[in-house]
């Protein structure tokens, strides 16, 4: 292998995948796609379906799921006959592929003189997809089905004909018909960019030079993982956290981990963990698995996103856990459980390696959504306001405030254009003030708002972390934990599983107001500069009774 | 003015030299120079540049100038005491910015707002997003905060409320009240900055303006006087980061416009030589120490960013050239990753200790090894220092220790670091999206900055572009960009509406008054101008995107021919449009050209008489070693062409003519390599 042709190959087909990104977020209409990068694209081996490239504009929380999703439509096809080229495969079961049902994939084989030789795939966020409550995240979903449509591994285009009958379908079941059919246009078109790109390459290095740079990469990648696991003391670590409920019974679930680190490998056992919940926090393996990659990149950013970064770990999951969801388990509420796992793995890996990982950050997306009919236009509008809140502190800093959530890059609408766009109005949005575990180096703040309706709306949240607040390493202390309020009637009052509530119609005049948990704490507070300790108080990012207690200011 | 001072005089302040480009009036020619700078008073190494150049001031018709001042300020937090006035409930709004991380990877880091916390202050008042108001403003309430700023020392005050681009009556009061409480302060109304929506990117900008506005007004007095006193009695032009040009005078309440000033200058002039070159579509490639800048402009018109990141969550949201930056230059250093993988950058050796050719105490090969070590960088030439030769055999050293894990030999692995940071490079090029309908062979790329030339060669086959255009003078092109830019004031207004419920009055109301704002604040300066150009555009989207295109327009144009015009340039961007789904127009945009009339002459240049003679021979890597002829920049006249392989010298940068390639010498002096067809 020519180590110069092959360091080429790969900065290509990253560029191609990065291009297939910035085409979508482009010429996506939902805005969760264009604002909120809320997709993924990526090139996977034509035989084994592992990652080769992914693009680096998308989420995260999209990091190793693709692969699986991959491998699954690939076994599928294999049995219908194969991929053939101008096929194009859509899918959203998300037990196949992974989060929830408004992820929807697109597939698409790439052949070379009719040979297949690289898969393509494409993911969006639809803004609807059908289900219970508008926008998909219904808090009190006991079934997938309550959660939207299901889009099983089918052929949206077969050998370049596009399936009509197919997207009459979806449009007719989402809310956001327009929108919906925008996106699977622009997801489409996708793939010629992509196309384009491994074209130009195979031209100009041929296709056996770049099929042998495809195997190659992944080799390497894995080696890259296995000098950094290689850096992880032998041991096991292990580490428990709770979900405060599953939306249904007021019951703390538990989640646990065993981390065994053995030389260049890695073993995570979530054997312990609780069983499927009834209600939507729940995810499926694959989404587990790649949250903890999610976690792992984000203690080692410089390990490619690559099919061999995923195999020196070895995941031990045991079935019906809600780490382990089947169907007909209802998956809404999977961003909680993902920010979850990412949590866990640092809680377990700060035990070994307290100088690379961060503390808890904020835990819980606590998706708020409003939705209803806005009174200037007739239509149908469904507005979402994912919680930003404090990271973790780390020996590097204090934690960030108003930071997204580790699975994400999304940010929060511009307050402006919500009020051009939705009947609501901000009563005020502010930094959560006493909010951040304590520390040698202090947590970062969570974020307040409130949100005051101008007409009738339908209002859900799913969040958490009101019991089990986020956590703090190496003698920093827990952050305060998550809250919701609502305001009706000229009365306010606390959701009956506090973090959680679906479809309560709110009037106008009615509000909701939320505070998000800020990050927890690195090493002992009492060790903390004293001066940082009093210009915190002076900015009111602590209270005096916390830097007396916690920080021991003044002395 | 008179018609004996033609001179016309441009200065770049950058973090290291000043440089200089002085255009004559015919009796002296054009002339260049560089200086150190003095981060201390900028203004002090400008005046040494024009004493330097030895120019009369009596005979200077005008002053040009781009400098880094805003932009140093902010990244080092060294702009003014400010202070932030906001809506009830929204103080915060600047430290939290809109959810988000430095990274994509790594939790760590934080953030330092221009504003601490305990400067923030809120008072009660609020519209909604028609600028209907809900909430009067509360004098009392304000006065009091006003009362209690007096006592906390500040130089300037920001008022930024919430919806106020669409009616700023109560930043406007606001203002009135605060003025009268303290004269002193500069006080900044964020609608007069931006008048547009996003709260938190009008209010980050104004906050720009604020911070930097004391800093900017006292550089400015300095400057003025001082030149007076050197005997110059015109208005000095700064280069602003969209490209034109402000008169100093005006330059305080511009002061967030600035803060790209040279970047912008460079690109500037490279669109300018090439399409006096003949080329309308044009990439710009500066390649320095630590970073690759490029830029694209389209029919002699540079790409414009409405939007721009000062530092992580410090966006200003004002037009600015488009240049996009990733971390390669000479010295960025190669490595081999931990999956035996050879990457470049973006680590950089910077200045200290360089590259380890530069024998300051580098240890690790970087991309002028690899250049040194193929022998295209002269090994005799004074890169490090005035009294230092290259250390070669140093170069070559650690070259071979990072290609021996890989089974190179050293020249193998010196083309294996120019291959990787080629393609990093080509990709970002590539990323800018000129393939949108666009054909590559239709741009050329100019190529300046001190490693611009070296890999243009390379950058021109990797992305298919026609040619590589090396100017005359390649190390102080920001320099000559101040001289070759004009007037430009750019205005904007949200209206965030179907373009259905709109009527073709209105918009042509808004676009008047946009225009007459704009000549109004050119009429305003002393700078003379032969005549103005409007140009308007609209941004606009299918309901429900974010993203909006901007497509030009005129003034009268009726929200129908704004949709079709909305429609044909969507498909010409995304190859479809998306039917029935209707069109919103988000903003009205205004850009007004003062074209100056003292604009720079070409110089006249004799053409070649003969073949231009090389002066000698040097062996040069190219896949094999080739006995490779070296010039003189200065003996390349009008006319003159050869194939490669050559090697082209001048004292800032080194110009590549890989063997397949051909260089030919235009009329104006610039050198256009190509791919031999």
């Known amino acids: 292998m020519n180590p110069v042709t092959l360091a080429v190959v790969r900065g290509s087909l990253e560029q191609i995948a990065d291009e297939m990104d910035l085409h979508l977020i482009h010429a996506a209409i939902s805005p969760i796609i264009s604002e909120t990068n809320d997709c993924a694209h990526g090139i996977f081996h034509p035989a084994t379906g592992e990652t080769i490239a992914q693009g680096r504009y998308g989420l995260p929380v999209f990091l190793a799921y693709m692969q699986f999703a991959v491998q699954n439509v690939l076994k599928i096809a294999e049995a219908e006959g194969g991929f053939r080229p101008g096929d194009v495969w859509v899918m959203n079961d998300p037990y196949l592929g992974g989060s929830h049902l408004q992820d929807v994939q697109l597939i698409a084989p790439y052949f070379v003189e009719g040979t297949l030789f690289a898969i393509m795939a494409s993911t969006g966020h639809w803004m609807d997809i059908g289900g219970n409550v508008p926008g998909g995240w219904a808090p009190k979903a006991q079934e997938i089905h309550q959660e939207g449509i299901i889009i099983p591994p089918v052929k949206l285009i077969e050998g370049g004909r596009l399936n009509t009958a197919l997207v009459k379908m979806f449009t007719a079941n989402v809310r956001l018909p327009d929108q919906i059919a925008g996106d699977l246009n622009a997801m489409t078109n996708v793939f010629t960019v992509g196309e384009r790109g491994l074209a130009a390459l195979v031209a100009k290095f041929g296709r056996e030079v770049v099929t042998d740079c495809l195997d190659a990469m992944i080799e390497r990648s894995e080696r890259q993982m296995r000098s950094y696991i290689e850096e992880i003391p032998d041991g096991t670590y292990r580490f428990d956290d709770f979900i405060d409920n599953d939306g249904i019974t007021d019951e703390p679930i538990k989640l646990t981990v065993a981390i065994t680190v053995e030389g260049s490998s890695m073993h995570v056992d979530f054997t312990g963990s609780a069983g499927t919940t009834a209600g939507p926090i729940n995810i499926s393996r694959n989404t587990a698995v790649s949250s903890c990659y999610v976690a792992l990149k984000h203690i080692f950013p410089d390990v490619p996103v690559n099919g061999g970064t995923f195999r020196p770990i070895r995941f031990t999951i045991p079935e019906r856990t809600l780490l382990s969801a089947e169907y007909p388990a209802a998956v809404g509420g999977y961003l909680e459980v993902v920010g979850r796992v990412i949590d866990m793995l640092f809680g377990a890996l700060a035990q070994a390696i307290p100088d690379r990982v961060p503390a808890a950050f904020f835990g819980t997306i606590g998706v708020l959504t409003v939705s209803g009919v806005h009174p200037r236009t007739g239509s149908y509008f469904v507005g979402v306001f994912p919680y930003p809140g404090g990271y973790g502190a780390s020996r590097a800093s204090d934690g960030l405030v108003n930071a997204t959530p580790p699975q994400s890059m999304a940010n929060f609408m511009s307050l402006e254009l919500s009020e051009h766009r939705f009947p609501l109005r901000f009563e005020y949005f502010a930094l959560r003030e006493d909010s951040g575990g304590a520390g040698l180096h202090r947590g970062g703040c969570g974020t307040s708002y409130g949100l005051a309706m101008t007409s009738e709306c339908i209002v859900s949240v799913l969040g958490d972390r009101v019991d089990h607040p986020p956590f703090g390493i190496a003698g920093g202390g827990p952050a305060k934990p998550s809250e919701v309020v609502f305001h009706t009637d000229g009365r306010n009052w606390t959701p009956a599983l506090r973090s959680k509530q679906e479809k309560e119609v709110l009037r106008a005049g009615d509000a909701i107001r939320v505070a998000s948990p800020g990050g927890g704490g690195f090493g002992d507070p009492r060790q903390r500069d004293r001066a940082a300790v009093q210009r915190d108080l002076e900015l009111g990012y602590i209270s005096r009774e916390t830097a007396e207690r916690d920080y021991g200011v003044p002395q | ?677």
């Open chain 2, 1 to 677: 003015m008179s018609g004996t001072m033609s001179g016309l005089v441009g200065i770049d302040v950058g973090g290291t030299f000043t440089d200089l480009f002085f255009s004559g009036d015919g009796e002296r020619g054009q002339l260049v120079l560089k200086v150190p700078s003095t981060p201390q008073d900028p203004s002090k190494g400008l005046l040494a540049a024009l004493h330097a150049a030895e120019l009369d001031p009596q005979r200077l018709g005008a002053l040009l100038h781009g400098t880094t001042i805003a932009t140093n300020a902010v990244i080092e937090r060294r702009g003014a005491r400010t202070a932030l006035v906001t809506t009830q409930g929204f103080r915060d709004l600047l430290e939290l910015g809109r959810r988000d991380r430095p990274t994509m990877y790594g939790l760590t880091g934080t953030h330092e707002p221009l504003v601490p916390r305990d400067l923030r202050y809120e008072v009660t008042e609020r519209l909604d997003f028609t600028g209907a108001v809900l909430t009067p403003l509360d004098e009392a309430m304000l006065r009091q905060i006003g009362e209690t700023l007096r006592g906390r020392d500040v130089a300037s005050v920001v008022i930024s409320f919430l919806h106020a681009y669409a009616n700023p009556v109560h930043e406007q009061r606001a203002r009135a009240i605060l003025a009268e409480i303290e004269p002193a302060w500069e006080i900044i109304v964020a609608t007069d900055v931006v008048r547009e929506y996003y709260e938190f990117e009008r209010t980050s900008t104004a906050v720009v303006q604020g911070y930097l506005q004391p800093l900017v007004a006292r550089y400015a007095g300095n400057l003025a006087r001082e030149l007076a006193a050197w005997g110059f009695r015109h208005d000095v032009l700064i280069m602003q980061s969209n490209g034109g040009v402000a008169p100093l005078s005006r330059l305080a309440g511009r002061a967030a416009h600035i803060v790209r000033s040279g970047p912008a200058a460079g690109v500037t002039a490279a669109a300018r030589l090439a399409a006096a070159a003949g080329f309308s579509h044009v990439i710009t490639a500066d390649m320095g120490g630590t970073s690759f800048d490029v830029a694209v402009v389209i029919d002699g018109e540079p790409k414009v960013a409405e939007l721009t990141n000062l530092d992580f969550r410090i966006p200003l949201r004002l037009p600015m050239i488009d240049v996009h930056t990733i971390g390669a230059g000479g010295g960025s250093i190669a490595q081999i990753d931990r999956g035996g993988i050879l990457q470049v950058g973006p680590r950089s050796a910077g200045a200290m200790p360089g590259p380890v050719a530069y024998a300051r105490g580098g240890t690790e090969p970087t991309v002028t090894d690899a250049n040194v070590v193929l022998g295209r960088i002269d090994p005799d030439s004074r890169m490090s220092g005035p009294d230092s030769r290259l250390d070669v055999p140093a170069a070559r050293r650690a070259v071979a220790a990072l290609g021996e894990p890989l089974g190179l030999s050293v020249e193998a692995t010196a083309e294996a670091i120019l291959a990787v940071v080629n393609q990093r490079m080509a990709g970002r090029i590539r990323l800018l999206s000129i393939e949108r309908g666009l054909d590559p062979r239709d741009f050329v790329l100019v190529a300046f900055g001190g490693a611009g030339p070296l890999h243009g060669g390379a950058l021109i086959r990797e992305v298919g572009v026609r040619a590589m255009l090396v100017p005359r003078y390649p190390g102080v092109l920001c320099a000559m960009g101040c001289v070759m830019a004009n007037l430009r004031i750019d205005l904007s207004r949200t209206i965030e509406d179907r373009l259905e419920r709109l009527d073709g009055a209105t918009i042509a109301r808004i676009l008047a008054e946009q225009r007459e704002e704009g000549e109004a604040e050119l009429a305003r300066g002393t700078t003379p101008i032969e005549g103005t150009d409007t140009v308007h555009s609209a941004d606009m989207a299918y309901a429900g995107q974010i993203h909006a295109l901007r497509v030009p327009i005129e003034a009268g144009w009726e929200p129908d021919r704004l949709a079709e015009a909305f429609t044909a340039a969507y498909r010409e961007e995304f190859g479809n449009t998306l039917g029935d789904i209707p069109v919103m127009l988000v903003g009205l945009r205004t850009t007004v050209t003062g074209r100056r009339r003292d604009v720079i002459r070409p110089e006249e240049l004799a053409p070649a008489t003969g073949e231009p003679q090389p002066i000698g021979q040097r062996q040069v890597f190219f896949g094999t070693w080739h006995d490779t002829p070296i010039f003189r920049r200065e003996d390349l006249l009008p006319g003159a062409a050869f194939d490669g392989p050559a090697i082209v010298q001048q004292s800032d940068t080194t110009t590549v003519v890989e063997p397949d390639m051909r260089l030919t010498v235009d009329a104006a002096g610039n050198l256009l390599v190509e791919v031999r067809a």
